[in-house]
């Protein structure tokens, strides 16, 4: 007899085994000469080597199988845990997602989208530090998230730091009401609207409440070593200078790094500079960081955002009042 544990920890139990064990119950059944426990997000498994090997290839069907559609029936369970069919399926959604970086909740499927997004990506890719520079909408900060979930996923990194500068854009941050926390999440929330496309709810908190997934304004990364991490600085045009070089500086091995930002919406008192406009010019030569610039054409929200960007840039140039002067 042999024995083998299978984990699935980044899938909600309940949805895998079904409403009281149900889908798992169904399991058991098509493959009588295993013993199969379950507790919690771990399977047991006991039998011959080639079931538990057959399995194995039939269970990953199914998990990838929620992954695109973000549930599962019995049906599903009948025919992707006994039926010769199940492969060729499984090769269908391979074919079909193989630009997919993450199958998010209810089977959203995050992917990039535009020319410079897919540019973004393939710099991710080849190097350990990337800017993404563009106007609002472009999609920067979700497909950087998206990496990122992707490579907490696959194990390339452990954890994940998520991160921008509470600087505020017109409002008083000392008004708002609760602790510093409850002050500090308005800033954040942008960061866990993208988290809660990508991932079960439970699974995100239980990340949040063990470390695994962070997300702190940027003043809590000061003498912290990012090892292990996929850390994104977002909104980074309101990092100073000395700012932006503590966080570039946080890298630790087997880390990367994303940073986003907008040049056009400095929201930083005049009497500082943007730490993202400083980094443009002094890192461009660096061999392993890669600088991305996306422009309205990569906007995908509503249509109407493209002609806004399109309008204030326009405004900007006869006013000559152009961010990187003042900043």
Known sequence: MNEKILSIESYPALEI????????????????????????????????????????????????????????????????????????????????????????????????????????????????????????????TYTAVALAVKALKNKEVRRIILTRPAVEAGENLGFLPGDLKDKLDPYLQPLYDALRDMLPPQKL?????????????????????????????????????????????????????????????IDLPRNQRSGLNHATKILKDIQGIDFIYLDAQDIVRHKLVRLVVDAYGRDAEQRSLIPNEKH
């Open 205 to 265: 908190l239980t990340y949040i409440e063990d470390g695994t997934i962070e997300i702190a304004p940027l003043a809590f990364m000061r003498g912290r070593t990012l090892d292990h991490a996929f850390a994104i600085l977002d909104e980074a045009q309101n990092a100073t200078e000395n700012q932006m070089k503590m966080f570039l500086t946080r890298m630790g091995r087997s880390a990367k790094f994303v940073i986003t930002g907008d040049v056009t919406q």
């Open 17 to 140: 085994y079904g409403a009281n064990d149900l889908f798992l119950n169904q399991i058991r059944q098509l493959f009588p000469r295993l013993k199969i426990l379950a507790r919690g997000d771990l399977l047991k498994l006991n039998g011959e080597r080639n079931d538990i090997a057959e399995f194995e290839r039939r269970f990953s069907l199914l998990l990838l199988h929620y992954d695109k559609f973000g549930k599962i029936t019995s049906n599903d369970v009948e025919q992707l845990m006994s039926s010769d069919e199940a492969e060729i399926w499984h090769q269908q959604v391979e074919a079909g997602a193989s630009d997919v970086l993450v199958f998010g909740n209810k089977g959203l499927q995050v992917r990039a989208r535009t020319e410079n997004q897919r540019r973004l990506v393939e710099a991710c890719t080849r190097n350990d530090m990337v800017f993404a520079i563009g106007p609002a909408g472009t999609g920067k």
